[in-house]
């Protein structure tokens, strides 16, 4: 099997989570319809999902509307797909394993700094999007 993209994990971990349907993939993903149509289907290839495509039409709010759309495709893991997604954690937790105890110190301060930096910028398009309103 071919690496996944980061946006198929991404995908295939929002299906794991519950987020089933090409809507509420993008939704929580944030990615671009037309990717998670792509990716659904190249996971579908690769035997980590399977895919449905239910008839009739959906009712649900969004953004705090009412909107009534067709039935998005329907995605869940198959047994390879969880094989996949646990053998990703496992792969991430020996990568910590394997690290020193500097190392891991230097990367606990890395990940604080990307987070004060994360949490400014947030706060900055905050302040701007209420200076919008």
Do not use: C, W
């Not at 671009?32 to 239910?54: A, D, F, M, W």
């Amino acid at each position: 099997m071919t690496e996944l993209r980061d946006i198929d994990q991404a995908v295939l971990h929002a299906i794991q989570e519950g987020h089933n349907d090409t809507q509420k993939i993008t939704q929580e993903t944030t990615l671009e319809n037309h990717h998670v149509r792509y990716s659904l289907k190249k996971l579908e290839t690769q035997g980590l999902i399977h895919l449905e495509k239910p008839d009739g039409m959906t009712e649900r709010i969004i953004n705090g509307q009412k909107r009534v759309f067709q039935t998005p495709l329907q995605a869940q893991t198959t047994e390879k797909g969880l094989q996949t997604l646990s053998k990703e954690d496992r792969e991430d937790l020996e990568a910590y394993q394997n690290m020193t105890h500097k190392e891991l110190i230097q990367k606990v301060h890395q990940l604080e700094a990307e987070i004060e930096t994360l949490q400014a910028s947030v706060e900055a398009f905050r302040r701007q999007v209420q200076k919008h309103l």
